[in-house]
């Protein structure tokens, strides 16, 4: 396909074509549970703690300490959220991104899509998927900042109960905002996608390969920006669900991280997610890439 003209499968309006966007998430999600999981665990328990609590002198000693104290299965401690979490977030913000870049091309005509509008697709998806996310994120880091001896929740169910009985059924919303901020940053990821992608396939790599490395690349360059938000949700999330709270707002978090441990206290827990992003991102977009492939029509497909 000549990058000088539309990509066929966005100016095809089938409704097949408009779904398997969905379906691909859901499989881009699975893997990224499966991959990325014990990386996210560590990276959340470092973001929750600070230098002055003395529990990790770092993400190594935060690893072995947890398998340690706690057994390898507390790398995957609060799973089952994100499992069926994921499956629908990606689902969602994948179709939501699919489906933006298909109005983006109705209106350019035969004109291929700008690294702008597919960033444009990407921040779509991240404010959209932000409503499901939410809750999600929320009993899973609270499941994940248990520790041996000290628990609060017996599993997910329980945890949302106790969410909903001590703030509301919209508690379970509490730190929209700090989510839809971090997933703005999906404007960057599928941008540097696109500029990744294009430039990968001067060379001569396959399709495969240039898939899974542009995911993995683009993943970096998000979490460089998105981290200092993610650090700001989760310590807003996490936090306990006493009145009034220590920390009203997610300003007031973000004010009390730099006034005590500065800027580099946004980056607490980064070569955890760091370590992650690379294969988890380039595993869930190669799978994503993979099953849209194999949804659509043979006539779509680029060559090898």
């Given at each position: 396909?000549?990058?000088?003209?539309?990509?066929?499968?966005?100016?095809?309006?089938?409704?097949?074509?408009?779904?398997?966007?969905?379906?691909?998430?859901?499989?881009?999600?699975?893997t990224?549970?499966?991959v990325?999981?014990?990386?996210?665990?560590?990276?959340?328990?470092?973001q929750?703690?600070?230098?002055?609590?003395?529990?990790?002198k770092?993400?190594?000693?935060?690893?072995?300490?947890?398998?340690?104290?706690?057994g390898?299965?507390?790398?995957?401690?609060?799973?089952?959220?994100?499992?069926v979490?994921w499956?629908?977030?990606?689902?969602?913000?994948?179709?939501?991104?699919?489906?933006?870049r298909?109005?983006?091309?109705?209106?350019?005509?035969?004109?291929?899509?700008?690294?702008?509008?597919?960033?444009?697709?990407?921040?779509?998806?991240?404010?959209?998927?932000?409503?499901?996310a939410?809750?999600?994120e929320?009993?899973?880091?609270?499941?994940?900042?248990?520790?041996?001896?000290?628990?609060?929740?017996?599993?997910?169910?329980?945890?949302?109960?106790?969410?909903?009985?001590?703030?509301?059924?919209?508690?379970?919303?509490?730190?929209?905002?700090?989510?839809?901020?971090?997933?703005?940053?999906?404007?960057?990821?599928?941008?540097?996608y696109?500029?990744f992608?294009?430039?990968?396939?001067k060379?001569?790599?396959?399709?495969?390969?240039?898939t899974f490395?542009?995911?993995?690349?683009?993943?970096?360059?998000?979490?460089?920006?998105?981290?200092?938000a993610?650090?700001?949700?989760?310590?807003?999330?996490?936090q306990?669900d006493v009145?009034?709270?220590k920390?009203?707002?997610?300003?007031?978090?973000?004010?009390?991280?730099?006034?005590?441990?500065?800027?580099?206290?946004?980056?607490?827990?980064?070569?955890?997610?760091?370590?992650r992003?690379?294969?988890?991102?380039?595993s869930?977009?190669?799978?994503?890439?993979?099953?849209?492939?194999?949804?659509?029509?043979?006539?779509?497909?680029?060559?090898?």
């Amino acid at each position: 396909m000549s990058k000088d003209h539309a990509n066929p499968e966005l100016t095809d309006k089938s409704l097949q074509n408009r779904f398997r966007g969905f379906a691909a998430g859901m499989a881009s999600g699975i893997t990224k549970l499966a991959v990325g999981h014990p990386f996210d665990t560590v990276k959340i328990r470092m973001q929750t703690t600070s230098k002055a609590d003395g529990r990790f002198k770092g993400p190594l000693d935060c690893f072995l300490k947890t398998v340690r104290n706690e057994g390898p299965r507390a790398l995957y401690k609060g799973a089952t959220p994100p499992l069926v979490g994921w499956m629908f977030m990606d689902s969602i913000m994948l179709g939501t991104l699919h489906n933006a870049r298909m109005i983006q091309q109705s209106w350019n005509g035969d004109k291929p899509l700008s690294v702008f509008q597919h960033g444009l697709a990407g921040l779509a998806g991240g404010i959209t998927v932000s409503f499901v996310a939410t809750p999600v994120e929320q009993i899973k880091s609270r499941l994940q900042v248990q520790y041996d001896g000290v628990k609060v929740y017996k599993g997910p169910i329980d945890c949302i109960k106790k969410v909903v009985h001590n703030n509301g059924v919209f508690g379970l919303w509490q730190g929209l905002a700090p989510t839809m901020l971090f997933r703005s940053w999906f404007f960057l990821f599928w941008s540097s996608y696109e500029v990744f992608t294009r430039e990968l396939k001067k060379t001569r790599l396959s399709d495969g390969s240039v898939t899974f490395i542009a995911g993995g690349l683009s993943a970096t360059a998000f979490w460089i920006g998105a981290f200092p938000a993610d650090t700001v949700k989760n310590r807003y999330m996490t936090q306990p669900d006493v009145s009034p709270k220590k920390y009203p707002t997610p300003t007031s978090i973000a004010r009390y991280i730099y006034r005590t441990e500065g800027l580099k206290g946004f980056y607490r827990g980064f070569l955890p997610s760091f370590l992650r992003a690379f294969p988890t991102n380039a595993s869930a977009v190669f799978m994503f890439e993979l099953v849209m492939k194999s949804l659509g029509p043979v006539e779509h497909l680029d060559p090898v």
